[in-house]
């Protein structure tokens, strides 16, 4: 089993920067791929970044291309998620997410990649 814990959510005016951290424990040897998406009340929740497991390969939605940036620290077991330019319409919660599967970048954007999902961390930008 692997466990997802979100943090660094809050509220932040547009034009401002957020940084997400998600630290995983727990069997997290073979945990390829880490992801964030988020989620709207009503709305499905959407893929908005991923990285593979040495970070050299990561992927992005088209409306955070330029602003958000993955990393992760395999060492201690974390993923991160640089917010900049932060805009209304990215109020959402965020969850981290972790996979065993082989990196392709097409499929990274699908939900049933990930194994393992945090709780969330909620994120709310004012205009």
């Known amino acids: 089993q692997v466990q997802l814990s979100e943090s660094g959510g809050g509220l932040v005016q547009a034009g401002g920067s957020l940084r997400l951290s998600c630290a995983a424990s727990?069997?997290?040897?073979?945990?390829?791929?880490l992801a964030w998406f988020r989620q709207v009340p009503g709305k499905e929740r959407e893929f908005v970044a991923a990285?593979?497991?040495?970070?050299?390969?990561?992927n992005y939605r088209d409306s955070v291309k330029g602003r958000f940036t993955i990393s992760r620290d395999n060492a201690k077991g974390t993923v991160s998620l640089q917010m900049n330019s932060l805009k209304p319409e990215d109020t959402a919660t965020y969850y981290c997410?972790?996979?065993?599967?082989?990196?392709?970048?097409?499929?990274?954007?699908?939900?049933?990649?990930?194994?393992?999902w945090g709780q969330g961390t909620q994120v709310t930008v004012s205009s």
């Open positions: 997410a972790a996979g065993s599967r082989p990196w392709i970048a097409v499929r990274t954007v699908l939900r049933n990649e990930y194994q393992y």
């Open positions: 990285i593979n497991w040495s970070g050299g390969s990561t």
């Open positions: 727990g069997r997290t040897f073979n945990m390829n791929n």
